[in-house]
Nanobody, 128 residues
Framework: QVQLVESGGGLVQAGGSLRLSCAAS????????MGWFRQAPGKEREFVAA????????DYADSVKGRFTISRDNAKNTLYLQMNSLKPEDTAVYYC?????????????????????WGQGTQVTVSS
């Protein structure tokens, strides 16, 4: 059973950068599509980015496209989210998640219900 632990959050000024990491335990990390989601205070959790099992295909929400980059290192069982040009509206708790089904492409990976395992989240705060 894979377990997920996020790290790398913090306080940053607008225009700055942060790199989030998600360490996965277990031996099956490499088999699953992985995603990043975020939840701002008073708002629903929303899709940020997803990456297929090999790392060769990605998908991004329009709000972060061109600023955020999702990647993974299957040898290290780690998922990453590089966040550049951060804006105050990026302030949220960020979660990594494992897609429910094996071997699926990144297409169709945006709905929350596609994921069955979540990390505890890491806070990202962007000051103006």
């Amino acid at each position: 059973q894979v377990q997920l632990v996020e790290s790398g959050g913090g306080l940053v000024q607008a225009g700055g950068s942060l790199r989030l990491s998600c360490a996965a335990s277990g031996r099956t990390f490499r088999l699953y599509v992985m995603g990043w989601f975020r939840q701002a205070p008073g708002k629903e959790r929303e899709f940020v980015a997803a990456i297929n099992s090999s790392g060769g295909s990605t998908d991004y929400a329009d709000s972060v496209k061109g600023r955020f980059t999702i990647s993974r290192d299957n040898a290290k069982n780690t998922l990453y989210l590089q966040m550049n040009s951060l804006k105050p509206e990026d302030t949220a708790v960020y979660y990594c998640a494992k897609r429910r089904r094996l071997g699926f492409a990144v297409v169709g990976s945006r709905p929350l219900e596609e994921y069955d395992l979540w990390g505890q989240g890491t806070q990202v705060t962007v000051s103006s």
